[in-house]
């Protein structure tokens, strides 16, 4: 077998794997119940999903002799951005309370560090706004 042909099922195996995550993670959106658990799907599994895809793109790519390697920093973007995206959503749920389960209790009254809120804010918060 030529080069060509191994290059062209590359392509297709990439294209079959980018669209099974891309489909488990619609699935995992629509599905899970939980705001917490819902997130790990698009976060996880669609980012696997496009990284296939741009890998598929860069192999066309080089197939067709006009190789390419703005895929690699659009995957770069993609992979560092959505793990730092889900930790914000995170926090936000679990600020807004809107996990089923709150955190669990740490010893010696300890508050989990996205929970503590520093003490000149605390007397901000209990005086209101002068006029």
């Not at 079959?16 to 488990?24: E, K, L, N, R, Y």
Request: hydrophobic share 50%; net charge negative; charged share 15%.
């Amino acid at each position: 077998m030529s080069l060509d042909i191994i290059a062209t099922y590359a392509v297709a195996v990439l294209l079959i794997i980018g669209s099974f995550f891309v489909v488990v993670a619609g699935i995992g959106l629509l599905k899970l119940n939980d705001p917490m658990t819902r997130l790990h799907a698009p976060t996880k599994a669609a980012t696997l999903g496009i990284g296939a895809y741009l890998l598929a793109a860069m192999v066309s790519s080089f197939l067709s002799g006009t190789g390419s390697l703005h895929e690699l920093l659009i995957m770069a973007f993609v992979f560092v951005t959505a793990p730092v995206s889900a930790n914000f959503m995170a926090k936000a749920n679990i600020h807004r309370r809107d996990c089923m389960l709150n955190p669990p209790e740490l010893p010696d009254g300890d508050t989990w560090a996205t929970l503590n809120v520093p003490e000149e804010d605390r007397e901000t918060e209990k005086t209101p706004p002068k006029a």
